[in-house]
């Protein structure tokens, strides 16, 4: 046993050794750390400068919000602004940020979408996309990784060292773990800055602390995703009798699972579950307010319904013995009425939006490349997933925010009074908005496919290579 390990060791460190002579794998190594070093420093001059930008808003908003003296349903109409707060690791992994919105108005009558997104008028970025650590981590890394170990045999077969090796006592299949075990080493020296850069910007991070269970479980997905592609590399190592062709075949998979399955995927998706333009989704929202949904008839007939209802409820015949203003209750049934309405047709659109990115998840088993890109956006808090909980956490504060200014005035049936709100409004009022994560275990629920798809492809690839290794021959 001590014998054979020594010998697993004495291979390992021979890769070592021939990896440090060799050229190649020395650029390839300066190149990455250059790479991510200044991909790295972007992110998180980006990151400061959006977070601050945020802030800054946030508390400019709110500060004229408390001080706006003025009648309560001039103040809904005037509104606010809520800023989708960043998760630190957006740093490493900003995913999808770039292409939503970054705040929501808050405003009576109207039921604004997450607007005013970065990469509004960036028409460079939008066709090149950022240097970022996750496309070199995703896309370049894997690249170079894949063209590297993809010879570790048919190097030793060209230069003739194959069976020399195996004269010294160690099968084929110890050598071939060995160099698996060696190469796989080099992707870990290669992450491990990352990590640990990662690591040490959190602790400074304001929420840093909050996060640290979702990069430890990044570091994982990521960790499995490179042993992946080392058993890869091994298997058409081990079927190409050549380097030019295992590496022809390495380029071949990589560009196939990083670029044409994704985007044949997408495609299918987009024309699959088709969406409604903005526009016209307005549109149904304004004609389902004036005309009314479900036979509920147009606005002023419901108005009056309305009106009779709460007349019997306080057992008054008329209007103006009603204890409460008019115009405030009214506003309020509008308010909920519009919000049902727009309920009624987003939840259609929401439902494909759901079939899509459900189809994007499935695809995730089938692709590792396609998994890791989910499960890290998803961990980072820059997926859709993440921008659909800030919509609704802001829909549910801008309807609490209204409703509450719309009682403001039905509670005062004085005309001079009802309106006012004071100089100085109590936090009860305008409480600030605090945006709520979603749990890990909510997101490991969600992205349950792609994430026991990553899992499943080290043990297939190993299982795969098992049986091949007992039918193979030198």
């Known amino acids: 046993m001590n014998k054979s390990l020594s010998l697993s060791f004495s291979l390992i460190k021979k890769e070592f050794q021939v990896a440090y002579r060799d050229r190649t794998i020395l650029i390839f190594t300066c190149i990455v750390f250059v790479l991510l070093t200044i991909s790295g420093l972007l992110g998180i001059v980006q990151y400061q400068q959006d977070a601050q930008e945020r802030q800054e808003s946030n508390k400019k908003f709110s500060s004229e919000l408390r001080t706006f003296h003025a009648e309560a349903h001039d ?3 005037y509104g606010t ?3 989708k707060p960043l998760s630190p690791l957006t740093v490493f992994d900003p995913g999808l940020n770039d292409y939503f919105g970054t705040s929501y108005r808050v405003e009576a009558h109207v039921q604004h979408e997450v607007d005013y997104s970065n990469a ?23 690249f170079l990784y894949l ?11 060209e230069q003739g060292t194959l069976k020399m090796l195996l004269t010294h006592g160690s099968s084929f299949s110890k050598l071939l773990w060995s160099k698996i075990i060696a190469y796989y080493m080099f992707a870990v020296l290669w992450l491990l800055p990352v990590f640990v850069g990662m690591l040490i910007l959190l602790c400074f991070f304001d929420s840093g602390h909050l996060m640290l269970g979702r990069f430890v479980l990044m570091m994982l997905v990521y960790l499995v995703f490179y042993f992946s592609l080392t058993l890869i590399a091994a298997l058409i190592s081990l079927y190409c009798r050549s380097s030019r062709s295992a590496i022809q075949l390495a380029m071949g998979i990589w560009l196939l699972w990083a670029i044409v399955l994704p985007k044949i995927g997408t495609t299918w998706i987009d024309q699959r579950y088709p969406l409604i333009a903005r526009a016209e989704f307005n549109h149904l929202v304004r004609q389902g307010y004036l005309k009314g949904i479900d036979g509920d008839g147009d606005s002023r007939s419901r108005v009056e319904k309305y009106l009779e209802q709460v007349c019997r409820q306080y057992g008054v015949k008329k209007i103006e013995e ?3 203003n008019v115009d405030g209750l009214v506003l309020q049934y509008n308010e909920d009425y519009q919000q049902k309405v727009f309920d009624y047709y987003y939840t259609n659109v929401e439902k494909i939006i759901d079939q899509q990115q459900q189809s994007l998840s499935a695809m995730g088993l089938f692709n590792p490349f396609t998994a890791l890109k989910r499960l890290s956006m998803t961990l980072s808090g820059t997926d859709f997933f993440h921008h659909q909980q800030f919509f609704q956490q802001a829909r549910d504060y801008r309807n609490t925010f209204i409703r509450r200014l719309n009682r403001e005035v039905a509670q005062k049936p004085e005309r001079q009074e009802m309106h006012k709100v004071p100089a100085e409004a109590p936090g009860a009022l305008f409480p600030a908005f605090h945006y709520r994560f979603p749990t890990l275990a909510l997101l490991l ?3 349950a496919i792609p994430f026991w798809g990553l899992l ?3 043990c297939l690839l190993a299982s795969v290579l098992a049986f091949r290794l007992k039918f193979f021959k030198i």
């Open 81 to 83: 602004y809520l800023f």
């Open 456 to 458: 499943i492809w080290p």
């Open 322 to 324: 009603l204890p409460l």
């Open 75 to 77: 103040v809904a109409h």
């Open 445 to 447: 629920w969600r992205e």
């Open 147 to 157: 063209t590297m170990c993809c010879t570790m045999l048919t190097q030793e077969r």
């Open 120 to 142: 509004e008028g960036a028409d460079a970025q939008l066709r090149f996309g950022s240097l970022t650590l996750t496309l070199i981590l995703q896309l370049l890394l894997p």
